[in-house]
């Protein structure tokens, strides 16, 4: 359970109202994630922020949403692995390359496939990308700039998985059928 309230538009803090009016108004609603982290304007507007930039890239929506959905599981944050889940499937992203990402693997989309790869070595590698992976991504039809757009997903993305870690906003109801678990880790 949370110690951290879910705020809306009337309850946040002055300096995240905008934020949270710029979510209602692009989703219908205001994210658990974006409700819990109201708490701090410095956070939520430096989220919005680099959100913005990341989706005006030359990334289409499908592959952000690959990205993100990879980088939630990559680091094991259950709320955006369902939200990001819900949303590569309304962009078009295969059901099986959804599965494929939740569980881990690779989608068989072979440019979904280059993304979901370097995203996920960004992350367990700590940004340090040999030249083979460089050399794979670019080979799946990718630009040098696309490598540095990957990296602000992954950055953009590294602040709502971590805030789903530490706030552990509950899941909204429409999400519910694309829940996820973490596993467990190995003792």
Not at 2 to 7: C, D, N, R, T
Not at 76 to 101: M, N, Q
Not at 162 to 174: D, I, N, R
């Amino acid at each position: 359970m949370s110690s951290y309230p879910l705020h809306t538009i009337e309850s946040a803090p002055e300096g995240s109202k905008p934020v949270l009016r710029q979510l209602q108004q692009a989703f219908g609603l205001i994210p658990n994630i974006a409700a819990t982290m109201a708490v701090s304007p410095a956070l939520i507007n430096g989220f919005i922020g680099l959100f913005e930039r990341v989706h005006a890239s030359s990334l289409t929506e499908a592959q952000i949403q690959t990205l993100l959905l990879t980088n939630a599981v990559t680091n094991a944050s259950e709320w955006p692995v369902a939200f990001h889940t819900a949303l590569a499937l309304k962009e078009g992203v295969r059901p099986a390359d959804v599965d494929a990402i939740r569980h881990g693997a690779l989608p068989d989309d072979p440019a979904l496939a280059a993304l979901s790869a370097l995203a996920r070595t960004l992350i367990e590698k700590r940004g340090r990308v040999a030249e083979g992976d460089r050399k794979r991504f670019l080979e799946a039809g990718f630009s040098l700039e696309q490598i540095l757009e990957v990296i602000a997903v992954v950055a953009a993305s590294t602040i709502t998985n971590y805030a789903s870690s530490v706030t552990h906003p509950p899941l909204e109801a429409q999400f519910e059928d694309v829940a996820w678990r973490a596993p467990v880790p190995a003792a």
